[in-house]
T-cell receptor
Framework: SQTIHQWPATLVQPVGSPLSLECTVEGTSNPNLYWYRQAAGRGLQLLFYSVGIGQISSEVPQNLSASRPQDRQFILSSKKLLLSDSGFYLC??????????????FGPGTRLLVL | AQTVTQSQPEMSVQEAETVTLSCTYDTSESDYYLFWYKQPPSRQMILVIRQEAYKQQNATENRFSVNFQKAAKSFSLKISDSQLGDAAMYFCAYRGYYGGSQGNLIFGKGTKLSVKP
């Protein structure tokens, strides 16, 4: 069965510090991968998605970047965090196979607090 | 652009009773997918149920069922025999039929469901 991991679970960082959040998927190959952010009391906002190694699409201009160095690894980064980067970050995956790619499955998330 | 609207910010139900959460969406596409996700206090998003727009039959998963009205662009979630563990935020989501940016999920703002013992 497929599982998705995210770490760290919680992170407190000062303004201006760098960020690296990691997401890995097990039990599947060649997945589509997604990064979402959820601000307090709000819905989910898609930040990035990737259909393959090195292929990243950005949905909104922001202080963040994403990379996919390996097939099942997706990393969210920032060089200098802003207060507005605080939130709950969720990684998700979907299968690439026809007829199965429409459903996204989410990881446990990372709580980021920028002070 | 597609939009998803959940008009009920909060709902409450008595344990063992039935509750219906509303969702409407706007799209010009004829083929698409709709989802309900549950987000408990742990905040992990859990898939509850999915519906393919080309299927007329309403999806059902145990105590969860949907009322899909394609012409009205309505997709409500019914929870039968509510349990304390059903208390959570519920998000309705839309996905276009094709891949690329059209394949990205569009979420509503959520409905917070409370279950009273």
């Amino acid at each position: 069965s497929q599982t998705i991991h995210q770490w760290p679970a919680t992170l407190v960082q000062p303004v201006g510090s760098p960020l690296s959040l990691e997401c890995t998927v097990e039990g599947t190959s060649n997945p589509n991968l997604y990064w979402y952010r959820q601000a307090a009391g709000r819905g989910l906002q898609l930040l990035f998605y990737s259909v393959g190694i090195g292929q990243i699409s950005s949905e909104v201009p922001q202080n963040l970047s994403a990379s996919r160095p390996q097939d099942r690894q997706f990393i969210l980064s920032s060089k200098k965090l802003l207060l507005s980067d605080s939130g709950f970050y969720l990684c998700a995956w979907s299968a690439r196979a026809p007829g199965r790619q429409e459903t996204q499955y989410f990881g446990p998330g990372t709580r980021l607090l920028v002070l | 652009a597609q939009t998803v609207t959940q008009s009920q910010p909060e709902m409450s139900v008595q344990e063992a009773e039935t509750v219906t959460l509303s969702c409407t969406y706007d799209t010009s596409e004829s083929d698409y997918y709709l989802f309900w996700y549950k987000q408990p206090p742990s905040r992990q998003m859990i898939l509850v149920i999915r519906q393919e727009a080309y299927k007329q039959q309403n999806a059902t998963e145990n105590r969860f069922s949907v009322n899909f009205q394609k012409a009205a662009k309505s997709f409500s979630l019914k929870i039968s025999d509510s349990q304390l563990g059903d208390a959570a935020m519920y998000f309705c989501a839309y996905r276009g039929y094709y891949g690329g940016s059209q394949g990205n999920l569009i979420f509503g703002k959520g409905t917070k469901l409370s279950v009273k013992p």
